[in-house]
């Protein structure tokens, strides 16, 4: 595989300014996010832009490496629909409750994402267990599986990893970007077709909307015209 030699490499304080994060949180990602850059052949200040953009967006400035389904019951269904419509009175978020508690976000996982890209049915627990995880949130075994392949580290068995190990939170979402052809879609400057290949064809206004500021930002920072 033939990668491009020209790499950007971000300093702390860029990614703070970019993703408006706190300069200690930009410390901790910078390294990682370079070397996952490199790897994959995200170099140009076109690609740094839109990658990281994405990966903000996906992982909420850096602060989630891990799919949370704290909904409402209205969010649950607008996210969701018709797999969840059945549940969502009783397992969204309920008047006066700050956060849906852990035992029912566990459920929402398992319905939503059961029998889908080699998930296996509600009782297997593979909804929760290949939730959304690392910087773009990588989902469903299938990818889990792909991803391992690609990494040459066993998601499948230790699905956390990509929650718990920066480096590999980072390079997860690298090769997803090599996957879908992320430079190409940066390359041309469509964004809003990135956006779509990544979050589906379903993907909200809101979604798109915050996404597009993130990568505007990310521009400005990084000195694409």
Known sequence: MQLPVETMNLSASQLST?????????????APINAA???FGIGTPARCAAFIAQIGHESAGMSCLSESF?????????????RITAHASVLGRQPGERIVPLER???IANIVYANRYGNGDVVSGDG???????LKQITFRD?????SAALGIDCVAAPQLLSTDRALATRSAGWFWLSIGGNAYADRGDFDGLSTRINGAGITVESLAARRVRWLACKSAFGVI
């Open 18 to 30: 970019a993703l408006l994060i706190p300069t200690v949180r930009a410390t901790d990602w910078a």
């Open 37 to 39: 850059m490199a790897e």
């Open 70 to 82: 704290n909904y409402s019951v209205q969010g649950l269904i607008a996210t969701f629909g018709k």
């Open 105 to 107: 976000q566990i459920r």
């Open 128 to 134: 929760w267990r290949y939730r959304g995880g690392g």
């Open 143 to 147: 990818n889990y599986a792909a991803c």
